[in-house]
């Protein structure tokens, strides 16, 4: 997947200027070069990865098998 595909699939539109610009910068920046920091940038990236591991905390935990049980699946397949 692009990342222009990725953007339209997923980003609010009210964040796709700022990532435009961003783009628009890191093209005419050198590879080490610094920018400007991007309060609302900054602030999307923070409140996103706190309602996304708010999100993964909800899933259900699922139990881990011990290595034996997979063991004995994985001998039992290849016999």
């Given amino acids: 997947m692009l990342f222009s595909e990725l953007v339209e699939a997923v980003l ?3 964040m796709r200027p700022i990532i435009d610009d961003l783009l628009q910068m890191k093209m005419i920046t050198p590879e080490m070069g610094k920018g400007p920091r991007i309060d609302k940038l900054n602030a999307y990236v923070d409140q996103n990865l706190a309602s ?10 699922e139990r881990k098998v011990g290595w034996i049980r ?5 001998l039992s397949v290849v016999r």
Avoid: G, V
Wanted: hydrophobic share 40%; glycine share 0%.
């Fill in 70 to 74: 997979l063991n004995e699946l994985f």
């Fill in 12 to 14: 609010e539109t009210n």
């Fill in 52 to 61: 996304l591991k708010t999100e993964i905390d909800a899933l259900p935990h």
